[in-house]
């Protein structure tokens, strides 16, 4: 029986890139049984026309080896994804993995294969994860901890004797050269095994954008699943074209919703108190640091009190809160 692994890749107004993107992903889709769907997350510019005729033009859909769907409504990163995943194979059946592909991340031949061949010969593997590596060659970090109290002091304060001290806490774990258990890893490039799924669901869709990844990262923990990076499945990834982040001269609302409403659903409102107290916490001695030393805080413009802001007068969803 042929292992059936989905492709899923998600476009939001970047139909050129989706393909660019498709074609990498095809070109090392050489496991039987692959198959590869975009979901155009309701872009409204007309996308899902270009890219569906892009798709035929090309001869993808032979043997229903692409398929081009569309999402009624752009409900952010995991709804999309979630589109996708729901569509399953293209005869009905869900599929044995699911390999999430951001519409800008380019995987290098035996990136697929790498993840794929983990996770078949570890079947306590849920969640594994890329190497992901900009176009000017620069490694990210996709291998993280999950977020808590002590992180969230740590990360805010970026004082090397508070790193030290909190190692264990520190959330991101930086680029490691072996295969590596973790905690969670980013959305860019991810495997997904369909059993998983099956048993916690696919990604929770209250959240737009952010944090969706960690809180499946961590459901999946809670459920006794295994998550690994591997440094050999490599993806060249530009990052933020959808969203525009690099762009922002502010945090945007969403990112501070996803935040909260992480803690809350997963810790519960006094564990989000106290990891917001030790945000800012560390934020305003990082912020200190900066002023007596003449240089510029590394957090947004106003991030401190946009923080505050928010955590004062958002709303966490009832159906979601565990208090």
Not at 74 to 83: E, I, K, L, S
Not at 133 to 142: A, L, M, Q, S
Not at 282 to 292: D, K, N, S, Y
Not at 304 to 313: K, P
């Amino acid at each position: 029986m042929h292992t059936r692994l989905l492709v899923v890749l998600l476009n939001f107004r970047t139909p050129d890139m989706t393909l660019r993107a498709a074609e990498a992903a095809l070109a090392d889709m050489d496991q039987q049984g692959a198959e590869l769907v975009i979901v155009d997350n309701a872009s409204g510019d007309g996308s899902f026309d270009k890219l569906t005729s892009a798709v035929l033009a090309r001869g993808w859909t032979v043997g229903n080896r692409v398929r081009v769907i569309a999402s009624p409504v752009n409900g952010g990163f995991g709804a999309g994804n979630n589109v996708g995943i729901r569509a399953g194979m293209s005869d009905g059946a869900p599929a044995d993995f699911v390999y999430i592909l951001n519409s800008d991340a380019f995987p290098d031949p035996g990136c697929i294969g790498t993840l794929l061949s983990h996770m078949q010969a570890h079947p306590k593997v849920g969640i594994a994860g890329s190497h992901v590596r900009g176009e000017d060659g620069v490694d990210h970090c996709t291998a993280f901890r999950f977020p808590s109290i002590v992180g969230e002091f740590e990360g805010s304060a970026r004082l090397g004797v508070f790193s030290r001290l909190f190692a264990g806490s520190v959330v991101p774990m930086g680029v490691p050269q072996v295969a590596t258990r973790l905690d969670w890893t980013a959305g860019a490039s991810m495997m997904l095994r369909g059993e998983m799924l099956e048993r916690i669901g696919a990604f929770d869709e209250t959240f737009f954008l952010y944090f969706e990844e960690t809180d499946l990262c961590l459901r999946a923990a809670r459920d006794g699943w295994e998550c690994w990076y591997l440094p050999q499945s490599r993806v060249v990834h530009i990052g933020s074209v959808s969203t525009g982040m690099k762009t922002w001269e502010r945090m945007p609302r969403y990112w501070f919703d996803s935040r909260r409403y992480y803690f809350v659903k997963n810790h519960g409102r006094a564990y989000a108190a106290a990891a917001l107290l030790a945000h800012l916490t560390g934020g305003a001695l990082h912020r200190l640091r900066a002023l007596l030393g003449r240089r510029h805080p590394q957090d947004p413009p106003r991030f401190l009190g946009d923080l505050l802001a928010h955590a004062v007068t958002s709303r966490v969803p009832v159906s979601e809160d565990r208090t």
